[in-house]
């Protein structure tokens, strides 16, 4: 081609670019716009969408003892409010909350259970769902687990989302009972359990030294053992006569060393749980009367080691107690005819009433110290 014509070839070539240019950019634009509005996220939408995986966050290694959270936030693009139903956790270790924060800044907290919340979060407001984990009631310590909670809405776009924790707590010892339960504690007598504790992995260095505290109306002792080569450790707890009636909780504080059998190490602490009670009770501590003609059956225990009572009479007070009869007999009696347990039946008779009713059941001892101890009765409407 003639180098004469190369300018002028280029300025054809320009005259037919430039407006089918333009126009493709403006067609590329408009393309954007309504793009991006059409397929702009709606329902609830993580604060930090644009990170690899905004409904996972990585705890890392975690001591056992510890209560660890991490807080979500997502804001409600749906436009309008949705309705958080359920946040549900896959394990008892977990446990969710949730929160809104409106556009003003006031915050709303949720209901205290994770279960049929009905919590209306409004549009635009931004949504804090915390997780908390606690590190003493994971099941399997020093493995990695992975928790959930999945939370349920009325969103079109996101009816469900679920959030992922990752956690391993290290422990270093563990107890058996994981925890000093001393259930029910006879007033007068007071009541102690036992709890091994022992190295979490078999001949690991790590060492219990000694009973830092002790927490609530409680006394403790330790001793070290030698089992099969393996140390073990025994912790005694106790529960003094004369406590209290109620509900006691406390628990002991173990010092520790290091995993490698050298200095101080993070304290292991084992609960105590336990109630005071008379030192005589009666099970169940409700009787429930059945309807069905099915007699109902109850025990009468003597709590204190070694202690038996004799029972004089069973009786009723309060409603339909004319359609009820009470019976007792000791079991595994005495010469005396005194029993540690005492079985007692009270059976329903024809026609009770349609309507509800209740009343007490009040066994009479030859105790003087504790002459008699009741229990309530009732039973549904018919």
């Not at 979060?121 to 908390?132: K, R």
Request: charged share 20%.
């Amino acid at each position: 081609m003639p180098t004469s014509l190369l300018p002028r070839l280029a300025r054809r070539l320009s005259r037919l670019t430039l407006p089918a240019g333009a126009a493709f950019l403006t067609l590329l634009a408009g393309c954007d716009g309504s793009a991006a509005s059409a397929t702009a996220p709606k329902g609830f939408v993580f604060v930090n969408a644009d990170a690899p995986r905004p409904y996972f966050h990585d705890f890392g290694d975690r001591l056992w003892g510890q209560t660890i959270e991490h807080t979500f936030q997502l804001v409600n693009r749906e436009g309008r409010a949705i309705v958080v139903q359920d946040l549900l956790p896959d394990c008892g270790c977990t446990i969710p909350r949730a929160a809104w924060v409106g556009t003003d800044g006031v915050r709303v907290e949720g209901p205290l259970l994770p279960q049929g919340m009905d919590m209306h979060v409004p549009d635009g407001a931004t949504l804090e769902v915390s997780i908390t984990i606690d590190t003493t009631r994971v099941e399997r310590p020093n493995q990695h687990k992975l928790a959930q909670v999945r939370l349920r809405c009325d969103s079109a776009e996101t009816p469900y989302l679920t959030f992922e924790l990752h956690v391993l707590v290290k422990r270093a010892f563990r107890a058996t009972p994981g925890e000093a339960i001393l259930s029910d504690i006879p007033h007068t007598a007071g009541k102690s359990v036992r709890v091994s504790v022992s190295t979490e992995i078999a001949g690991a260095p790590a060492r219990i030294r000694a009973i830092e505290a002790v927490d609530g109306p409680f006394t403790a002792s330790l001793t070290e053992n030698q089992v099969n080569g393996e140390t073990l450790w025994v912790l005694i707890v106790e529960a003094a006569p004369g406590l209290t009636h109620g509900a006691h909780t406390g628990k002991v504080r173990l010092g520790t060393t290091l995993d490698d059998g050298t200095g101080l190490g993070p304290a292991f602490e084992v609960m105590i749980r336990g109630q005071v009670v008379a030192d005589c009770i009666i099970e169940p501590r409700v009787l429930a009367i059945s309807r069905n003609g099915a007699p109902l059956l109850a025990t009468l225990v003597a709590l204190a080691p070694g202690a038996k009572v004799g029972v004089r009479n069973v009786r009723l007070e309060g409603g339909a107690t004319e359609f009820l009869r009470a019976t007792f007999s000791p079991i595994d009696p005495d010469d005396a005819g005194r029993a540690a347990r005492w079985r007692i039946e009270v059976k329903p008779l024809p026609d009770l009433p349609a309507q509800a009713f209740s009343g007490r059941l009040i066994a009479e001892l030859d105790d003087p110290l504790l002459p008699r101890i009741e229990v309530p009765y009732a039973a549904p409407p018919r």
